[in-house]
């Protein structure tokens, strides 16, 4: 069944617009402030608006509920409650009341995904930053809040923040992380080389006063040089997190790092003769030989748990590296530049192996054991790779790879809503359907309980109270320029 819509007043609706990452610099933003271009994507644009009998789940963790209505206000969660139950706003005439008919719809909250990028991949190393076209894909394939999980061109990503934040273009909430974190040699030629504890703080200190609220470590850095670094970041109540193999996870972990990236399979812990401070080669093959239930791998896990270490699953980036793997979805495919699109499609179509079959069920078994002793998993997809992982589109994958993983759908959407938002610090305001929270909700034709590909259904995302159109933000907003703008 199609979303019924019943419009009211044009007059627009003012939504509470919250900085992700800075939640003091909120602001009222009203619908008619938006751009047009903006505007052209939205279906719900009033200040209040009742979404009835949906299946609901919340993003806590807690059962799914059928037959649930959500009362948005002035851009935030007014009520929640069974079917008929909620009486619209005091003084609010049923005329000015959007009603959208959620049968046989499912309603979750807006994704907060931590492993995002503005750039692609186009070749030769080359990563170009995709400011045009991939804020409303994220947007269109739920995410509400998303981070930068490392910046080439961070410059245009904090532009673009602040375009998306005065409505003069389409996009989430960004959380933008600073050029990477990185030592001599990094493989993308844009990458800084920090080689001294000094210039890791001067890195840090510039780049936070421009703005940036998170910075990433990658493969090549010090234990000392990432030291400094985190030090510096946490004196400005910033969050470092890491795609690692110079340092261990157990190394990390002691230097304060907050989050670890791609799950365990840049862990280089139980590489046999791995040097101090070298990135080793061969770490697959220890994921393969590893006991999971043994205290080699069981001792790292606890470890992080213990020092409170976020860990990000990216399953998307290596999952066609197994065999039988689906490919990206059409739409993905035509969101591609097309000097790049017939390339992309054929190496996706021909990475998998029978070793890469047998590596992502072991990266699924080691994230599970992870979040069932309690540790805090987030989510994210990260668009690099071979080109075949496309926002908004592989938003949508990725919480169906946390169900293929074994989570519960319940708490899949709690990985990639709560989760997300409570390493960010915004949980209070972001993350679950929640009365008094920013209404961020997502909206998909289907059963979500019975069938993962509602996920591919979306048809409202609602970010701080005004309902885009996820089908025409895909359809219109991006066709053929990934890879270039």
């Known amino acids: 069944m199609n979303t019924i819509l019943r419009r009211a007043s044009a007059v627009a609706a003012a939504a509470l617009l919250v900085v992700a990452g800075d939640p003091a610099s909120a602001e009222a933003q009203p619908f008619d402030a938006l751009s047009p271009q903006v505007q052209s994507f939205v279906d719900v644009s009033t200040p209040h608006v009742l979404i009835e009998n949906a299946l609901l789940i ?62 692609y991949p186009s070749g030769q190393a080359r990563y170009n930053t995709n400011e045009v076209s991939f804020p409303p894909l994220y947007l269109a394939g739920g995410v509400t809040t998303m981070r930068t999980g490392g910046s080439l061109d961070t410059y245009s990503d904090l532009s673009t923040k602040r375009l998306i934040e005065a409505g003069s273009v389409v996009g989430p909430h960004m959380d933008v992380t600073g050029p990477y974190l990185e030592g001599r040699g990094g493989f993308i030629r844009s990458f800084p080389e920090l080689e001294t504890p000094e210039e890791a703080r001067a890195h840090v200190d510039f780049w936070a006063d421009r703005g940036v609220t998170s910075f990433k470590a990658y493969n090549l850095i010090t234990r000392e040089v990432l030291g400094a670094a985190i030090e510096a970041a946490h004196a400005r109540g910033i969050k470092v997190t890491g795609h690692l193999c110079s340092i261990t996870y157990r190394e990390a972990a002691d230097l304060g790092i907050d989050n670890l990236e791609h799950g365990f ?55 066609r590296q197994a065999e039988g793997r689906p490919l990206p979805p059409d739409g993905a495919a035509a969101a591609m530049l097309p000097e790049l699109r017939e390339g992309v499609m054929r190496r996706a179509a021909g990475r998998g192996t029978p070793r890469g079959t047998a590596l992502i069920q072991r990266y699924m078994d080691m994230e599970k054991i992870f979040f069932d002793r309690g540790g805090m998993l987030v989510v994210g997809t990260d668009p690099t790779g071979a080109g075949d992982v496309v ?24 990985v990639a809503t709560l989760n997300g938002a409570t390493y960010l ?35 409202l995302v609602f970010k701080d109270g005004v309902g885009y159109s996820s089908p025409r933000l895909f359809e219109e907003g991006t066709t053929g320029w990934v890879g270039v703008r």
């Open 58 to 119: 919340d993003g806590t963790g807690a059962p799914a509920r059928a037959g649930m209505d959500v009362l948005v206000s002035e851009g935030r969660i007014a009520a929640v409650g069974p079917s008929g139950s909620i009486a619209p706003p005091a003084g609010i005439a049923d005329d000015d009341l959007t009603r959208v008919d959620a049968s046989g719809h499912t309603l979750i909250p807006g994704l907060v995904m931590l492993h995002e990028h503005m750039f």
């Open 265 to 319: 399979f840049a862990a280089t812990d139980w590489v046999a003769d791995k040097g101090p401070d070298q990135c080793p080669r061969g770490a697959g093959d220890t994921y393969l030989e590893l006991d999971l239930e043994g205290r080699a791998f069981l001792d790292v896990v606890d470890h992080l748990i213990e020092n409170d270490v976020a860990l990000t699953s990216t399953l998307n980036v290596v999952e």
């Open 391 to 414: 926002p908004g589109y592989a938003n949508q994958r990725s919480v169906q790879l946390l169900i293929e993983m074994g989570l519960g759908v319940e708490q899949a959407v709690m």
């Open 425 to 459: 610090e915004r949980a209070d305001e972001i993350g679950s359907v929640e009365v008094g929270k920013v209404a961020d909700l997502v909206l998909m034709r289907g059963d979500l309980l019975a069938d993962a590909e509602a996920l591919r259904a979306m048809t």
